[in-house]
């Protein structure tokens, strides 16, 4: 895989660098690759400790990047979602965002951190944040406040767009075609107890 393959980092930094954050960046995108392909393969309990190490060197990245690195943020909490964890993830991440969120991938991390965390006024404002900055974070906005509220038929729709999104795509950040922003919805919809459980080859199959 190239070192210089896009991330989410990219939304707020025209040119990565060589040095130690585009290290530990790649290695948590190869790490990712690695639990997301086990996923696919249908082992779920094999992948989630690989997610967390791979939130965890998100994170380590993050700590090194130049600022406003907040795409490195999005992606912690995405894989320590997936990984069946993400509280500490997601007040680490609120910690380091600017208040009010200041750039869709900030707003994305907000958004997302609050989900975790259950901060519903908090949720709100990075989905305002979301909006506006395409199609994509417009369907997460959202599925997430959709979840939050528990309108389970909007989340639907939602999550179906995203799927739908993912199914679309030539390329994907890891390498791995996963809709991988679906898997994470499933999983906070899963302790909500409105996960759909839709069928995509993007998708891991269902058990």
Do not use: N
Request: aromatic fraction near 4%.
């Amino acid at each position: 895989m190239s070192l210089h393959r896009w991330s989410p980092a990219d939304r707020e930094m025209p040119g990565l660098e060589a040095g130690e954050h585009v290290d530990l960046l790649t290695a948590a995108l190869v790490t990712e690759a690695d639990a997301q392909r086990r996923l696919l393969e249908g082992d779920p309990e094999g992948a989630a400790p690989v997610f967390r190490a791979a939130a965890a060197a998100y994170r380590a990245s993050f700590a090194v990047a130049p600022p406003r690195s907040y795409g490195r943020l999005v992606g912690m909490l995405k894989a320590a979602v997936i990984g069946g964890g993400g509280e500490d993830a997601a007040a680490h991440a609120r910690e380091h965002l600017p208040a009010p969120c200041d750039s869709p991938a900030a707003c994305y991390a907000l958004a997302l951190a609050a989900a975790v965390l259950g901060d519903r006024a908090a949720l709100a404002e990075g989905a305002a944040g979301m909006r506006g900055a395409g199609d994509h974070f417009a369907r997460v906005a959202d599925a997430l406040e959709a979840l939050a509220d528990g309108r389970r038929e909007a989340y639907g729709a939602a999550l179906l767009g995203i799927v739908a999104d993912f199914e679309g795509r030539e390329e994907h950040l890891t390498g791995v075609a996963i809709a991988d922003t679906a898997v994470m919805l499933e999983a906070l919809a899963g302790r909500a107890g409105m996960a759909l459980g839709p069928r995509s080859r993007v998708l891991p199959p269902r058990g």
